[in-house]
């Protein structure tokens, strides 16, 4: 199965502390997505790649975030400085195509515990 | 600002019967619509979208959704709900905007 896999599963950092996550999405999709979640909420957009292209980020990234995709290929999201608000289900999903008409495929997801 | 609303955060129905989950979005134009399920400790996965031409479009494992533009809703719908379609479902537009989900439960 190549579906979208993401690293760790499970993290759970002091306050404080860096942390960084990885997604690998499906091989031949262009975009690539980040959301944050909460329990009993739906996912918050975070930001998008086209490509190696950064296209949009949303008002909730904060500064202490950052996203890369350097090659078009994997992306990482970093968190620094991490704050226990940070606490939530981070998601990764790729699709395929242009406009916004192609299906999200998400990973299972990296769980955060900022104590 | 776009948005997405799910108004049910629980939908109880007894296996066999038909099932209705609602969504509601307020873009103007054309949007382009998804809906995801989540089962326990899985991640979400597309059941089906509308993005243009007829209004009711047909998913995975028996879904069905109706988009109405005048009443901006996007329901969904499974004539005979079955035990495992229970889960958590969530509405989207577009990649940006989901819904807050709500949680359905089929009864045996």
């Known amino acids: 199965d190549t579906g979208v896999s993401q690293d760790p599963r499970h993290k759970i950092t002091k306050r404080g502390q860096n942390v960084t996550f990885r997604c690998d999405p499906i091989?031949?999709?262009?975009?690539l997505y980040w959301y944050r979640q909460t329990l009993g909420q739906g996912p918050e957009f975070l930001t998008y790649?086209?490509?190696?292209?950064?296209?949009?980020k949303s008002r909730l990234l904060s500064d202490r975030f950052s996203a890369e995709r350097p090659k078009g290929s994997f992306s990482t999201l970093e968190i620094q400085r991490t704050e226990q608000g940070d606490s939530a289900m981070y998601l990764c999903a790729s699709s395929f195509g242009d406009g916004g008409t192609g299906e999200l495929f998400f990973g299972e997801g990296s769980r955060l515990t900022v104590l | 600002a776009q948005s997405v609303a799910q108004p049910e955060d629980q939908v109880n129905v007894a296996e066999g019967n038909p099932l209705t989950v609602k969504c509601t979005y307020s873009v103007s134009g054309n949007p382009y619509l998804f809906w995801y399920v989540q089962y326990p400790n899985r991640g979400l996965q597309f059941l089906l979208k509308?993005?243009?031409?007829?209004?009711l479009v047909k998913g995975s494992y028996g879904f069905e959704a109706e988009f109405n533009k005048s009443q901006t809703s996007f329901h969904l719908k499974k004539p005979s709900a079955l035990v495992s379609d229970s889960a958590l479902y969530f509405c989207a537009e577009n990649q940006f905007y989901f819904g807050t989900g709500t949680s359905l439960t089929v009864i045996p």
């Open positions: 091989s031949e999709h262009n975009r």
């Open positions: 790649f086209q490509n190696e292209a950064q296209l949009e």
């Open positions: 509308y993005i243009t031409g007829d209004n």
